[in-house]
């Protein structure tokens, strides 16, 4: 009767495990973005440097990386990763790919309207004047999101698909032990 209920440790040691692999996706997720945004905000930079405007949004890159990688876990938690094999990965994953963009980018909104709300501005005023209130710049924006997330998509179709072992195989080679 000194034992622990079997099934309660099992449940126990799942429950570790997943709070253990969504972190570590999460914080892969995360250093993709960063990638990404840094890349991003260097061009900026870049171009911004040669009309003498001083910008470093590197730090802010870094913050919004954390930001989109918590999205895109709400939105796989939405929308959870089929890939259906007669329909083949591209278009099983697509409609997800919007959909996941399409989260990003209301949260982006709400992240907007939460922001404005810390700066003494109303919610609404804030979320209407997401994207410089230019749907050109919110479309271009959606567009570079969506560019962002496709290839992430398509590693994680293929991960579910192949399985780890192989996608890990496929990318960076076999193990060798």
């Known amino acids: 009767m000194n034992s622990p209920n079997p099934p309660a440790k099992a449940a126990k040691e799942g429950m570790r495990y997943r709070v253990k692999d969504e972190f570590i996706q999460a914080s892969l997720l995360a250093l993709y973005f960063a990638a990404w945004f840094w890349a991003i905000a260097f061009f900026s930079f870049a171009l911004l440097r040669e009309a003498a405007i001083s910008v470093t949004p590197f730090g802010l890159a870094i913050i919004k990386a954390g930001l989109c990688a918590k999205f895109m876990m709400i939105g796989k938690a939405i929308f959870p990763l ?76 293929l991960n579910q698909s192949l399985g780890n072992t192989a996608v890990h195989s496929i990318l960076f080679g076999s193990k060798t032990t």
Do not use: C, Q, T
């Open 82 to 157: 089929r890939v259906d094999a007669n329909r083949g990965l591209v278009k099983s994953l697509f409609w997800h790919s919007l959909a996941y963009m399409g989260v990003v980018i209301a949260l982006s909104f709400v992240e907007a309207g939460i922001d404005g709300l810390f700066h003494g501005k109303s919610f609404l005023e804030s979320v209407s004047s997401f994207g410089h209130g230019d749907p050109i710049y919110i479309a271009a924006l959606s567009l570079m999101y969506w560019l962002i997330i496709w290839p992430y998509l398509i590693v994680l179709g």
